[in-house]
């Protein structure tokens, strides 16, 4: 019987935060491009005290940065053990690929924010994607 192979707990931590990561900023891109604008929390010019938009782009962001970590974490912990049929594999791979894909298109198009407002939001998905991310793939390890 062959032996079961472990990767070190923080190559799995860093492989998943960053797939959690990349995940939340192609959802932040392709949000962007369909009108969920996260700075609208920040605007003065305003009457609504918290627009649906920002609000909905906030969650689904922070949603899919922790979720994006902990399944990465959970898979890679199991697939390091051979557990994951081959075509499971290449299923994820492949919707990986067309997620990040299609995040590229996004931002290849004219910004409809303005810059220093893109910037920022930018960077503000960045840090909630990562701190998302880390959460997940601790919570996942901790689990295995």
């Known amino acids: ?3 079961t192979t472990y990767f070190p707990r923080r190559l799995i931590l860093g492989g998943a935060m960053i797939s959690g990561v990349l995940l939340a900023l192609a959802v932040h891109m392709l ?9 609208g929390l920040w605007r003065s010019d305003t009457t609504d005290f918290m627009p649906a938009g920002a609000a909905i782009a906030w969650w689904l962001i922070a949603t899919v940065g922790f979720s994006g970590g902990y399944f990465t974490a959970t898979l890679m912990d ?5 557990e994951i ?5 290449q299923f994820l791979i492949a919707v990986g ?3 990040l894909a299609g995040a590229g298109q ?15 939001t ?17 919570f996942a390890l901790r689990r295995a």
């Open 1 to 3: 019987m062959a032996e």
């Open 31 to 39: 949000g962007a491009r369909y009108g969920l604008d996260l700075g």
């Open 78 to 82: 199991s697939a390091v053990s051979g």
């Open 85 to 89: 049929p081959l075509r499971m594999r």
């Open 97 to 99: 690929v067309l997620v």
């Open 106 to 120: 996004a931002a290849a198009a004219p910004s409809p924010i303005p810059t220093l407002s893109g910037v920022l």
């Open 122 to 138: 930018g960077v503000a998905a960045l840090c909630l994607g990562a701190a998302m991310a880390f959460c997940g793939a601790h």
